[in-house]
């Protein structure tokens, strides 16, 4: 099993607001409000976007790479104001931040097939760390999408010409991104067949290189953090506690070689009844989750796990194993919970050698039981 602490790192931040809420907490933005600048509700905004355009054609004159990378440092500014108009409800403003965010992507997916190199395996490099950041946006934008859409289905309160534009608007998200991840394919498939002019190298002595190239530029850690949030997603779909009346007084991010845990404490001063959460939890619990329920007169400890759907990247599968840990403790004068999700990707590489050993060796049997 490879070790992707660093790759946990970078999905942190992603992972830690996808969490489902014990009390009626509404769900934290995702990127600061500072970090999406001035948003569309603003009379300033206008100047914001123009200043933003100004920059955009300072970092034209550094060459094809800074321009379409200061142009999808915009459209992550742009992604971040639509979830700010988002979360207080303004969906004509989300709107506008998305039209700006699609403006950018256009400019991005324009500026990558300007970018050259005489040496070809330098080109894909830099045509890779570009495939990094964009496949790091789409994470952002898959993230955004999917607390919304979880929110709307928890709160309601969204009426249906609301949620046609809100759907709209993140189809649009993902469209203008893929139309840009579908030009770096045609462009890298294009420096791919320079390295083997270049070098002399054979295809599969090629694609070795670019999946090292891959590798080392971050690309695949990108991947895999996207992955990481569509099964702690699917979870929060799967598996989501009732609202108890308690409050959210800590959360904490811990991090161990290839295992992300995110921890929340939460308090409450009512009276709780433990054997009704315990049937509560039971309730919540889907048929194909493993776990265990320990209930005593002042304490309740839940516990389930179950594998994810195996997910591929680039080239490498992996399962997403799952374990949620709930702890309720009532004391004299409250009641505190420990609630924990934690997510190991395991790899299957391994398994699928063996496999396939096993596979050649049974070819083999028949082909002598024939002879």
């Known amino acids: 099993m490879r070790k992707i602490q660093s790759m946990m790192v970078a999905a942190m931040l992603l992972l830690a607001t996808a969490m489902p809420s014990f009390a009626q907490e509404r769900p934290a933005v995702r990127i600061p409000v500072e970090v999406a600048g001035t948003t569309p509700d603003s ?11 100004i920059s955009l054609l300072i970092a034209s004159l550094e060459g094809a790479q800074a321009h379409a990378r200061k142009g999808l440092e915009i459209a992550d500014e742009r992604l971040a104001e639509s979830e700010v108009m988002a979360e207080i409800g303004n969906f004509e403003a989300m709107a506008r931040a998305e039209h700006e965010h ?3 992507l256009a400019v991005v997916k324009e500026r990558i097939k300007d970018i050259e190199h005489a040496n070809a395996t330098r080109e894909i490099e830099m045509r890779i760390e570009l495939e990094r950041d964009v496949t790091r946006h789409r994470g952002n934008i898959e993230g955004f999408s999917n607390r919304l859409e979880l929110r709307i289905e928890i709160e309601g309160g969204v009426t249906p010409e609301q949620i046609a534009l809100i759907t709209s608007i993140l189809n649009s998200l993902r469209v203008r991104t893929g139309e840009v991840e579908i030009e770096i394919e045609i462009r890298k498939g294009e420096t791919r067949i320079e390295i083997m002019q ?7 002595e090629v694609d070795t290189e670019i999946r090292g190239i891959e590798r080392r530029m971050g690309l695949v850690e990108a991947e895999m953090g996207r992955q990481l949030n569509a099964a702690l997603t699917a979870v929060n779909r799967e598996f989501s506690l009732p609202p108890t009346g308690f ?3 800590s959360k904490d991010i811990d ?3 290839d295992t992300l845990s995110i ?11 433990l054997s009704k959460l315990k049937d509560a939890l039971l309730l919540r619990r889907a048929v194909n989750w493993e776990g265990d329920v320990s209930l005593t007169e002042d304490s309740l400890d839940f516990t389930m796990e179950k594998d994810m759907d195996i997910v591929d990247v680039r080239g490498v599968s992996y399962t997403p194993s799952v374990t949620i840990t709930v702890s309720v403790t009532v004391f004299a004068a409250y ?3 420990h609630y924990t999700i934690g997510i190991t990707l395991e790899e299957l590489e391994d398994e699928v050698e063996d496999e396939e050993l096993e596979d050649e060796v049974e070819d083999e049997e028949l082909e ?3 002879q």
């Open 43 to 53: 009379l300033l905004y206008g100047l914001d976007v123009a200043l933003d355009r």
């Open 368 to 370: 002598d039981e024939e």
């Open 102 to 104: 699609g403006q950018m």
């Open 198 to 204: 270049q070098t002399g190298m054979s295809e599969e």
């Open 255 to 257: 991090i161990e070689d």
């Open 263 to 273: 921890t929340k404490t939460l308090t409450t001063n009512e009276t709780v009844t």
């Open 247 to 249: 409050t959210v007084v």
């Open 335 to 337: 009641t505190e919970m």
